[in-house]
């Protein structure tokens, strides 16, 4: 049963594949493996790998613990945990790879061992508006931060809360940052019904502008307290402050465009995941650099096209 | 009035409509009813613009339609899960600021203070229907709006349909259920074999049942016969 069930996750990520596209996706792999050594450059050795280990965890967990499955699995007589464990190492093969690749045999097993207990947890974290009320901070109109937040904003709180406790470390930080540039691309990931497009009232130009200009609004606020501590703290890297502010801020345009760019109402928009790592990579490794300036073009026509079949008065 | 001609559409190498020709007059209640995978909801698209057409023509009152008439209601309701039901109809509101959203709410009683997420199947569906009549356009289609909905709110929807074709809108309407269309409705129409087959009014909807069921009875009647005798 277990092995069957894992064949039909199996078939599920090579659809999932194929549909990003095998190039793109080895494309990224071949980017992580170039951007190791980067990383790797950033801090001593334990800690660029205590940083890589920490951060795969940290998502390991977050997926364990928002995962919807949990219930209908119980229906079904397979061992959940041998299943979880399998599923969360698969996920993490490219991390694991990176460390195995820099000789980090012990941050490897520690690594598999917390994955291996996170595997382990059964509860799942649900946040109620009841709960977690800081949702309404977010204006109306920036819906898709408002749902995101009621559910994970608790992540992000965490986030935060770790890189202003541990600031004084230079490498925190930025990679607070790139953490925080996944999460606002993950709350433009979400479907969103035709009626909050056509609400607009818009051309597709001027709607994708709105909705660029309160995403980025949103996410300068968050990023600005984080960059600007590290500005204070570390007064000698204060470019470095604004080179990582400026890439946040194309890379989160970047996420706006792409996602009406493959906007189809209600469905979820996961898989632009891969591309929002793509333009991360661009700006990370130098021979890169036009690639996201290109992306960021391409997905910005693509968008106006595709919003033209909802936002285009006449049919 | 509302005419279509010579509409096409198709999905790939699949047509789905095919020089299809539907009239319907202004300020009454049409049924569309078809088996599944008839090509209602693909037409219903059409007419709003969300689905391209291979060729045709659709006009409104003898303009060319556009989206600006027609508000729509899909036959599956999707909305962010984690906002309540208030914020999703304040956005409606401030796009038209007459619509009040507690007044219609005074009907259909829903928890709107609530995460939408906790709403049953019939409770998002009015939620739909609210945010549906937030503008007032003179082209309302409802594509089974009855799914998923109770007895009480199926009456609530009937009685706010009639009151719309009151207020001089044109009203289109799908559903599965033939009785749930025969007692609002002022004309039906049948889609099958990519076309409009026939419509009828109001004086002929007591043998409309025979006349979508003939052929569909004798085919089924014979597969369960055969079903029935094989189980044995």
Not at chain 1, 120 to 130: D, E, H, M, Q, V
Not at chain 2, 145 to 157: A, C, H, I, R
Request: proline letters at 3%.
């Amino acid at each position: 049963m277990l092995t069957q069930f894992l064949a039909i996750r199996l078939r599920q990520a090579t659809r999932i594949i194929s549909e990003i596209g095998l190039a793109r996706t080895i494309f990224v792999l071949i980017g992580l493996i170039l951007i190791s050594p980067k990383i790797f450059s950033l801090g001593s050795e334990f800690n660029s790998a205590l940083f890589l280990s920490v951060t795969q965890v940290f998502m390991v967990l977050s997926l364990q613990t928002t995962r919807r499955d949990k219930v209908f699995l119980q229906h079904l007589h397979i061992n959940k945990y041998k299943l979880f464990v399998c599923e969360n190492i698969t996920m993490s093969i490219p991390i694991l790879g990176i460390l195995l690749w820099h000789k980090n045999f012990a941050m490897v097993g520690c690594a598999v061992a917390a994955i291996a207990a996170i595997s382990a947890l059964r509860t799942t974290i649900k946040i109620s508006s009841g709960t977690f009320g800081g949702a309404a901070l977010f204006p109306a109109k920036a819906f898709e931060w408002r749902s995101s937040f009621r559910l994970n904003g608790i992540f992000l709180i965490l986030l935060i809360a770790l890189a202003t406790g541990f600031c004084s470390y230079d490498f925190v930080i930025p990679a607070a940052i790139v953490l925080l540039n996944f999460y606002s691309a993950g709350v433009q990931m979400q479907s969103e019904p035709r009626q909050f497009v056509e609400l607009y009232e818009l051309s597709p130009h001027r709607f994708l502008w709105a909705k660029t200009a309160t995403h980025l609004l949103i996410f300068a606020l968050i990023a600005f307290f984080l960059l600007a501590l590290f500005a204070f703290i570390h007064i000698h890297l204060i470019y470095a402050a604004l080179y990582l502010l400026t890439i946040s801020l194309l890379i989160q345009m970047f996420v706006v465009f792409q996602k009406y760019a493959v906007y189809t109402p209600n469905e979820s928009l996961q898989g632009n995941i891969i591309f929002v790592t793509l333009i991360i990579f661009g700006f990370l490794i130098p021979w890169l650099s036009p690639l996201p300036l290109l992306l960021l073009v391409r997905s910005y026509k693509k968008a106006v096209q595709n919003l033209k079949i909802y936002l285009d008065v006449e049919n | 009035m509302l005419k279509i001609e010579n509409l096409s559409v198709s999905y790939g190498n699949n047509t789905v409509l095919n020089t299809l020709n539907w009239k319907i007059p202004s300020g009454e209640i049409h049924g569309l009813v078809g088996l599944n995978g008839s090509g209602k909801t693909t037409l219903l698209n059409t007419i709003f613009g969300i689905k391209k057409r291979d060729t045709g023509v659709i006009l409104f009152n003898n303009l060319a339609l556009n989206k600006t008439n027609i508000s729509y209601l899909e036959t599956v309701n999707f909305f962010y899960p984690r906002i309540t039901g208030k914020e999703y109809l304040k956005l409606f509101q401030s796009k038209n600021p007459d619509f009040d959203f507690n007044n219609w709410n005074r009907l259909f009683e829903l928890p709107i203070e609530k995460l939408i997420e906790k709403y049953s199947t019939g409770m998002k569906k009015q939620l739909a229907f609210i945010g549906a009549l937030a503008a007032p356009k003179p082209l309302l289609i409802l594509d089974e709006p009855f799914n998923g909905v109770d007895l009480e709110t199926t009456q609530k929807f009937r009685n706010v349909i009639l009151a719309l074709k009151k207020s001089n809108r044109t009203i289109i309407i799908t559903s599965h259920i033939l009785e749930s269309l025969t007692g609002i409705c002022d004309t039906m129409s049948l889609i099958k074999d990519k076309k409009i087959a026939f419509r009828v009014d109001k004086t002929e909807f007591g043998g409309i049942e025979k006349r979508i069921f003939k052929q569909l009875d004798s085919d089924s009647e014979q597969i369960i016969s055969e079903l029935i005798n094989t189980k044995k």
